[in-house]
């Protein structure tokens, strides 16, 4: 008999529980205070530097001799104002850079579109694009200048000079391994490669003109930033 | 053992399939109160008799002000591109977000709250200025705060006195509100931001050329300077209820789970014995056979 009234209250407490458990739900919760960092959030980093591209050292004024024979002077070709001649040549150097110092930001956080433009640029230099001769980073003289504008324009990542890049991301040709480009020129004194010396004839036209050819050089690199 | 399923089998069983059943039925309430997924908030924060208490996994402060999740470290844009990436929380121009607090009074009668949005400006640079003086983060994000399902007057007044968290001061108050809650019923707010991408105004030319400058700063700033200068921002919200004239401030919410396991470990408990019985059940008939 008490063995079996031990049963029936072990039984009867057991179902007890069982009951309160189905009205207890949220009141084994347990709150403690917790202290906390405040919500913040930081500006997303951009990082282009301003950047002024400069090509006044593309052409020169005056041009140092490269035939020690010549013993008149030290230039051979002196001007008042920039000017291109039979055997000279020249070239600048430009970039567009990202600023990783302090805090080692590598390419920026937010979506962007890199353009290059050649706006302003000569369209069209006549008889004086057969002379000049251009090269891109490289030291073959193999570009004309149509040719030229257009590499330049595909620096941008896109032969129409514009593209757009994802977050994280630094622009194909103005990264971390290569920033900087070189335009170079080239006017061939004596165009020793044919059979005739027939660019004299050329060249001397050129520098006889009632209406002296021009060549002029622009270049503007933008970043900005896409929704 | 075997004598005690057997002289009280005819009753047992039926006990606990309907202790089974009820616990299953009951269980939507061990977890508090639900709502409709469309209606559901983002952050919940719950009155019961002198106790507040946000719901799991809200961060407080010391202060009892939310921490909550309003910025994001990626952004995307209307097509889905991300537009913003980053190893931080961050914010920059054409970046957006919202988020819906509820203030849920569970007791019978009505309680009075107070409500502060705030935004605090941390890291102020030497550079941080422009023609017009300095930058301040809150004029670049346009934060705002709405009560949702309330009219303003009828819901709730403008608090002019508005209880602030430590640190907070006046000016940096963005809204402070109070209003009245009925036993059983709810108060949303809806907390949002805005940095908008072109900032212009037909009636000045110069207004889209500034702020681009504005913002390229922001931006050059966050990427050149030290670590701990970067311009941020910190937006907060803290709520006080008001019942019987005493006050009670959010406390941060349970650090262990809020009894479900335990509910759902108590429901196991039932249904293995369920199974046990019916069991036995079983092997007393075949025997019986």
Known sequence: MKKNRTLRVSALLLALTLITTCFVGGTFAKYTTSASDDVTARVAKWGFKTTTITLDNLFSKTYVKTDSRYTEGANTVESTVNVVAPGTEGEVTFDFAYDTTNNGATAPEVAYNFAISTDGSSTDIGALDAELKWSLDDKDYDLNWAGLLAEIKALSGDNSGSKNYAPGNLPDNFNQDSNEHTIRWQWVFEDTNGTVKDNNAADTALGNADTLQNVTLEISITATQVD | ?289
């Open chain 2, 1 to 289: 053992m075997k004598m005690f399923f057997t002289h009280y089998k005819n009753w047992l069983l039926p006990a606990v399939l309907i202790l089974f059943i009820l616990q299953a039925v009951t269980f939507p309430f061990a977890l508090g109160q639900s709502w409709a997924e469309s209606d559901s908030p983002d952050y919940l924060l719950t009155y019961t008799k002198g106790r507040l208490a946000w719901s799991s996994g809200t961060v407080v402060d010391e202060a009892g002000a939310a921490q909550f999740s309003l910025f994001d470290s990626e952004y995307k844009n209307a097509n889905g591109d991300t537009t913003v990436t980053s190893n931080n929380d961050v914010v920059a121009p054409g970046t957006d977000n919202d988020k819906m607090v509820r203030l849920y009074n569970r007791v019978s009668g009505s309680v009075t709250y107070k409500a502060v949005l705030y935004q605090l400006q941390a890291s102020i640079h030497d550079d941080m200025e422009d023609e017009n003086g300095k930058i301040d983060m809150a004029d670049k994000l346009n934060t705002e705060m709405r009560l949702l399902h309330a009219d303003e007057g009828k819901g709730y007044v403008k608090d002019d006195n508005p209880f602030l968290p430590k640190g907070v001061k006046p000016e940096q108050v963005i809204k402070a509100v109070t209003g009245r809650l009925q036993g059983g019923q709810y108060q949303d707010f809806d907390i949002s931001w805005l940095w908008k991408f072109e900032d212009e105004d037909p009636d000045d030319p110069g207004m889209k050329e500034r702020n681009d400058q504005i913002d390229t700063l922001l931006g050059s700033l966050a990427a050149q300077a030290a670590e701990g200068e970067i311009p941020n921002t910190t937006v907060g919200l803290y709520i006080v209820v008001e019942d019987n004239n005493s006050y009670t401030t959010p406390e941060s919410p349970a650090t262990r789970d809020n009894g479900v396991g335990t509910y759902l470990a108590l429901m196991a408990v039932c249904g293995g014995v369920l199974l046990i019985l019916q069991w036995e059940k079983r092997k007393a008939s075949k025997c019986g056979e």
